[in-house]
């Protein structure tokens, strides 16, 4: 059997076995794992360096299907490289309820899938951050230990997407030599031909940006597997087009928008078989085919274990300190790192904006935790992220920790998804709150995935000031606290915001947005051993009797309602005041516990700088609100919460009526 014609045969089996997972489930996307099975047979068959027996290996090549809906593709060729759990059944069972094949690549869900992709875009631009990673550990352990390269399948679609500039942007610069991007170049989308809607020229946009850049003939092994190997030599990004066919090898329907993204029909996949000479029955992979994948599979093993004996000769402590942060163990002196610095604070009781007393915490925490990697979106001094002795990685030095990320708030915190995938280190950046909106499909993507991902935005309310309406955020706080699994955490001081930190570290499997103030605020919280924050409510400031008012607030507007209380007690009114640093962490507590945090009192009141929305589920139906209905203004800030009302004697206000009302 000729080479060309045994590979033949292999990409055959992946187009075959997809289009028959398509035929079944009667929905998917046929046409880029029959055009791209080329590709994917050089790319997996002969260049991957990877291990069926050991997916999670850390120093195996990373493979992202950035067009995640071409997800037959990695599920076919899964199986047959020999992963064990993507057995033929799981094939039967694509894009049914509980498989292991859902209908876009789910890295929580199947072993060999490294992450989750289906939105356009962000399979690139997570990719990104995976190479980053790679470079980052290489520079702390070793060539020896870190040496692996990312590879990227992407659509037209993926490139159109904005973000995918930001990402090329970014790799460009920093000299991502080790990322690998096979553009699926088939002229094709989903409304037809490419041309109706674009005619950019993406090899000089890549190359524009610091990108290697080459065209090859999709369908020719040899040009594929030559171009990924000078890819290697370039010194920099690369970007290969490999002009393929949609739905390569079906007599009506290849190179044509209908094969896309549905079945192909019984009729047009009988005569793709007649076409491609494939004699084999729906799911079923010839014993000459199968071996051969097989084999190519289990070639990763004897790579794999020289590596391990290669990580067995580093000394004892670098060997413990590589398998901590690869399985993101937190180090044991951090508590006491957190335990000091929350007794100091509630000491000194210095009143400064949360983002300041953030900017605290990472000074005293980042010297223990040497796998945090920190950013900005080119707001470093804003959102003080940057620890002191931090030292920027540079495209020719990547030993540092922290990120000059530049305006790109969608490619970076999609890069960070990739940090966090690739493992070893933990990512954190920082922009402001209101433009949180551009990083949100990545955040949601982080939840989703579950991965320990913290962003840190601060200017959080109108209480940012002069900037105006375009810079407050208002609805903000609501949205992210409708993304599940994202815990977000406003800390009211100093000492609540070590709690949030401690608990966004310790939080493995899920993301954090630490919510932070511009204004300064009083330390309140009581600073002991205890991380109050944990509970995501707890009372800050008791009642002087039987309370008859309780108020609940959030951030800066605890100081506030701590303000209220003082006149509301003045007023021979027993007021108490609880702070709700995470919402998500009080919905998790037992019923008994959340009514205990809540009280009795017959008076509640919230009070936010932001729209109502969300409070309910915490106070159900009966309390007042104090908070925005609106956008903001320019104007000091100061005078921006007595314009819209969020002021102490508001609060007492409405604490006063409702006490009426009951």
């Known amino acids: 059997m000729s080479s060309r014609h045994s590979h033949d045969r292999m990409a055959n089996a992946i187009r075959f076995l997809s289009m028959d997972a398509v035929e079944a489930a009667n929905s998917g996307h046929p046409g880029l794992p029959m055009g791209a099975a080329d590709i994917a047979t050089v790319l997996f068959a002969q260049v991957l360096k990877i291990d069926p027996s050991a997916p999670h290996w850390p120093d195996r090549d990373r493979f992202v299907l950035s067009a995640g809906h071409g997800s037959m593709l990695l599920y076919s060729v899964l199986h047959l490289m020999g992963f064990p759990k993507v057995t033929m059944e799981e094939i039967k069972r694509f894009r049914q309820l509980g498989s292991l094949t859902p209908g876009h690549p789910e890295n929580f869900v199947t072993e060999g899938i490294e992450t989750t992709t289906g939105p356009l875009g962000q399979g690139i631009a997570t990719a990104v951050g995976m190479a980053m990673a790679e470079k980052a550990l290489q520079a702390r352990y070793g060539a020896e230990v870190v040496d692996h390269h990312t590879y990227v399948l992407c659509s037209d679609g993926d490139l159109m997407e904005g973000i995918s500039q930001e990402a090329a942007d970014l790799a460009g610069h920093l000299k991502l030599s080790k990322l690998i991007v096979l553009w699926d ?6 409304d037809g031909a490419t041309s109706l809607s674009g005619s950019t020229d993406q090899l000089a946009r890549f190359a524009a940006s610091g990108w290697s850049t080459t065209r090859v003939d999709g369908h020719d092994p040899a040009a594929i597997l030559a171009a990924i190997e000078a890819a290697k030599a370039s010194g920099k990004p690369s970007l290969i087009a490999c002009r393929t066919t949609i739905g390569f090898g079906a007599p009506k329907k290849a190179g044509s928008e209908k094969a896309h993204g549905s079945p192909l029909g019984a009729e047009e996949i009988a005569a793709t078989r007649a076409a491609l ?3 084999a029955a729906p799911f079923e992979v010839p014993a000459d085919v199968l071996d051969a994948w097989r084999a190519a599979g289990a070639a990763g093993k004897a790579r794999r274990t020289a590596w391990e004996q290669r990580l067995a000769t580093l000394p004892a402590d670098r060997q413990a300190e590589f398998q901590r942060t690869q399985a993101g163990r937190l180090p044991e002196a951090l508590a006491d790192a ?17 983002r300041k007393s953030s900017e605290m915490v990472l000074d005293a925490i980042t010297p223990v935790v040497p796998e945090m990697l920190g950013g900005s979106a080119d707001l470093t001094g804003s959102n003080n992220t940057k620890a002191k002795g931090a030292k920027a990685i540079t495209p020719d030095d990547f030993s540092g920790s922290f990120v ?9 915190s999609a890069a960070m998804n990739g940090i966090a995938l690739h493992k070893g280190l933990i990512p954190f950046s920082g922009g402001f709150l209101v433009f949180s909106d551009y990083c949100r499909p990545a955040i949601r993507l982080a939840a989703l995935m579950g991965e320990r991902v913290i962003h840190v935005l601060t200017h959080d309310s109108i209480g940012l000031g002069e900037d105006g309406p375009t810079h407050q955020p208002v609805e903000h706080l609501a949205a992210l606290r409708a993304i599940p699994d994202l815990l977000v955490l406003r800390p009211a001081d100093t000492v609540e915001t070590a709690e949030c930190w401690q608990i966004a570290l310790e939080t493995t499997d899920r993301p954090s947005a630490l919510i932070l103030s511009r204004q300064n605020l009083p330390v309140l919280a009581p600073g002991g051993g205890e991380n109050l924050s944990r509970g995501g409510a707890y009372e800050i400031l008791p009642a002087s009797g039987k309370a008859q008012v309780s108020l609940f607030a959030t951030g800066s507007e605890v100081s506030l309602a701590a303000e209220a209380k003082k006149m509301l007690e003045a007023q021979g009114v027993p007021t108490r005041v609880v702070s709700v640093p995470c919402f998500e962490l009080f919905l998790e507590r037992p019923a008994a516990e959340r009514a205990a945090v809540i009280g009795d009192a017959p008076a509640k009141v919230a009070v936010e700088a932001a729209v109502r929305m969300g409070w309910a589920d915490l106070l159900g139906s009966d309390f007042a609100f104090v908070g925005m209905t609106s956008f903001g203004a320019s104007a000091p800030g100061k ?24």
């Not at 005078?639 to 009951?662: C, M, W, Y």
């Open 185 to 190: 170049d088939n002229l094709i989308s989903i």
């Open 277 to 279: 000479g494939w004699e």
């Open 338 to 354: 957190f335990a000091a610095f929350k007794a100091k604070a509630a000491a000194d009781k210095a009143a400064v904006a949360t």
């Open 404 to 412: 000059h990320w530049g305006v790109r708030e969608h490619g970076m």
């Open 639 to 662: 005078d921006l919460f007595k314009h819209f009302g969020i002021t102490p004697e508001s609060v007492v206000a409405k604490a006063l009526d409702r006490l009426k009302q009951n």
